[in-house]
């Protein structure tokens, strides 16, 4: 069984990750996953809920006493998930006018709720920064009896910091110690027991100030998804009886019609049937030119209908629409952490306890065997622990991955996860599929061949004749090239010959078109093309006329997007494909792969998968770039499954890893080189929180840097490595 909470206010990446371990530890949980963006904690148990919510709410008051905790689900998965839709919709049973407030009402409160928690928290830090101003005066400009100055930073510490201190005292009852919290009061009433009293106030005032900038990045953060999230309305104008009527968008049913007006969102899957429009599919694709569908045209939950009124048949359900599926990626996003995520989260959790008992030999060892000055290396112990708080790390670290996963989704990337995104950034071998990936999927004709003393058209037009009856793609592809009227056409007795053609009458002349197997079959004379692709022969009343090459072209930007993944370090490009050799390589040759396996069935592709991957250095990803429609299988084997030009397709969401929601080559490049700068100031994070830190842990321990120092490490780092954290949220 599956319960889902929510966790209102939640805004610690610190807390929420312990949160997380400490209920993972519970003897009656499975799993447990707290997704800080959502504010959400997920378990899995077979327990019964009421039991376990009272543990739960335990653990996070203990951790975050202004947190509450709201049962969002209390039997299986299933009734989870729609629960989850209830409570999000506002959908309940007790009349339509609830149903329609409910969620601008939950809104309303959650957004209240933050507004004034973060007005509270400004007064509060600047009253305390006053009265710390004030004490800084007294003790520096205008120098006082420091039993006045003790008194005015007593005032601004109480203001600041009363909350860490009785936190501090809360765990220390429950066997709790080795925490920030900890951490920060020990070190400053150790300050103010040495006389350093302006030093112990700013280390909370720096303290609350960290805190504040590190809630406005979680909320950024948040923020910028908001429109992602907000991409499917919760209501329809559904056509019954003739009438138009706004209800619910989960209670449409498939196969009902709905009318969209200029101006609003697109609620559900559905096919066009009557009227005109451009749709807006910026949200989906990322792409700011505007799509013309009419009827017979797909019409994609989330776009935005920009001109004409139209009328839509539901192919889909409200919780399998492509908005919703969309959204439950981007909410779950945050669950599937990356391993940098992990490893920083279980670094944290063994480096804060090293450092106290660091801390401890310092402040004893050195005067009982140097000799030395209690109360110096007191103070140097108290710097040391100030400069050990991991907050810069376990803070920015998570708010770098979920920045660069709401980076990538305005570029129309999904990326289902953090492990996702930091995987995509170790890339150097790229399998492709061909059709649909790097060719554009449909046939054309591509060269026209007629004989001596025959044109061009009447070749297409003997051609056209044949074929006017067949739903091949070839047939299709002959007629999209004739510019005649093919119905037009006198054609009579047209049958199809398997696997060699067609024989028909067009215009009073016995006609042939197929392939060369066809003409030697008839006795035909004929003249074999050499061109890469399918030809047509064509024959006419026992003469030869001419050729047509069809092939399937490649999209317009794949060498450009080839040639970027190259100077984002692609290696090895290698395409699979079930297309004959002959075809496979030509576009291998004009391309300029690496390599290219032809005529596989798709578990071949599987097995070619395994063995380019056998052939890997450690540590180095291999994707697979398919459309997503055939090739779930190598989707799923795949270090890195992704789902290209798969705008609405289940297979390709449900499969894959990373979605690319447009046909477009060039995507893939954006989705690595997002997923590469991801990880750049991921390292940037880590490498500078642990420099600084450790430069000033040893020039503390030396006595050559003092409290203000310290602060820097702690609070000063937090914030800057929070900043260029928040440079993602900008790409």
Known sequence: M????????????????????????????????????????????????EEIEALIKGIVRKHEPDVEVIAKSGHGHSHAHEHKHEHEHGHCHCGEHEHEHAHEHEHAHAHGHIHAHGSSMTIRILAGAAVFAVGAVMHYALPAPSSAVLAVMLISYLILGYDVVLTALRNITRGQIFDEHFLMSISTIGAFVLGEYPEAAAVMLFYQVGEYFQSLAVQRSRRSIAALLDIRPDTANVLRNGTVTETAAESVAVGEMIVVKAGERIPLDGIVTDGESMLDTTALTGESVPRRVSAGDEALSGCINQSGTLTVRVTKPFGESTASKIIDMVENAAARKAPTENFITTFARYYTPVVVICAVLLAVIPPLLLHGVWAEWIRRAFVFLIVSC???????????????????????????????????????????????????????????????????????????????????????????????????????????ISGYGIEATVNGKAVL?????????????????????????????????????????????????????????????????????????????????DGYHAELLPQDKVEKLETIAADMHDGDKLAFVGDGINDAPVLARADVGIAMGSLGADAAIEAADVVLMTDEPARLGDAIRLAKQTKQIVMQNIIFAIGVKVLLLILGACGIVGMWWAVFGDVGVTVLAVLNAMRMLRK
């Open 2 to 49: 599956e319960l889902v909470y929510t966790l209102k206010g939640l805004d610690c990446p610190n807390c929420s990750a312990k949160i997380e371990k400490e209920v993972a530890a519970l003897e009656q949980i499975t799993e447990a996953n707290v997704n800080l963006m959502q504010q959400t904690l997920t378990v899995s148990t077979v327990h019964a809920a």
């Open 513 to 593: 078109a197929g392939s060369g197997r066809l003409m030697e079959q008839r006795g035909i004379a004929y003249q074999p093309c050499s061109g890469t692709g399918t030809k047509v022969y064509v024959a006419a009343d026992g003469q030869y006329l001419g050729c047509l090459l069809i092939a399937d072209a490649l999209k317009q930007d794949v060498k450009q997007a080839l040639s970027a993944l190259r100077n984002q370090g692609v290696t090895n490009m290698i395409m699979l494909t079930g297309d004959n050799r002959e075809i496979a390589g030509a576009v291998a040759a004009e391309l300029g792969l």
């Open 390 to 496: 991991p907050c810069a790390l376990v803070i920015s670290i998570p708010l770098t991955f979920f920045g660069g996963i709401g980076a990538a989704s305005k570029h129309g990337v999904l990326v289902k996860g953090s492990h996702d995104l930091e995987a995509l950034s170790k890339v150097r071998a790229i399998v492709f599929d061909k059709t649909g990936t790097l060719t554009q999927g449909c046939f054309r004709v591509t060269e026209i061949l007629p004989q001596d003393g025959i044109s061009a058209d009447d070749l297409l037009q003997y051609a056209a004749g044949c074929e006017r009856n067949s739903n091949h793609p070839i047939a299709a592809s002959v007629l999209a090239a004739y510019e005649g009227d093919a119905d037009a056409l006198d054609v009579s007795g047209s049958t199809e």
